[in-house]
């Protein structure tokens, strides 16, 4: 059974920092892709930045791309996502995926959300 625990959020003024941490019950290379989504109220989930453990690319949405970084350590089994320059709109509760593809099928595996909420 696959496990993500998400912490490091709250509550900041708008141009400040927060980093959420996501720590996998399993090694995190064993998946293909670790991202974090957000939903605000009354809008749809949406990506915010993704990992990729096959070499590829890091994703980012534009909305927050030069203020957001993600990144692994090993050590921990953990993702963060470093977020700067907040901005009201960053509010949202911020959800930690895990993915693994498995010949044609995919399996997605989520944390159960940290809020963040920016104050203008």
């Known amino acids: 059974q696959v496990q993500l625990v998400e912490s490091g959020g709250g509550l900041v003024q708008a141009g400040g920092s927060l980093r959420l941490s996501c720590t996998t019950s399993?090694?995190?290379?064993?998946?293909?892709?670790i991202g974090w989504y957000r939903q605000a109220p009354g809008k749809q989930r949406e990506s915010v930045a993704i990992?990729?453990?096959?070499?590829?690319?890091?994703y980012y949405a534009d909305a927050v791309k030069g203020r957001f970084t993600i990144s692994k350590d090993y050590n921990v089994n953990t993702v963060h996502l470093q977020m700067n320059s907040l901005k009201p709109e960053d509010t949202a509760v911020y959800y930690c995926?895990?993915?693994?593809?498995?010949?044609?099928?995919?399996?997605?595996?989520w944390g159960q959300g940290t809020q963040v909420t920016v104050s203008s």
């Open positions: 995926n895990a993915r693994r593809i498995m010949g044609e099928d995919g399996y997605d595996y």
């Open positions: 399993g090694y995190i290379f064993s998946f293909d892709a």
């Open positions: 990992v990729t453990f096959g070499g590829g690319t890091d």
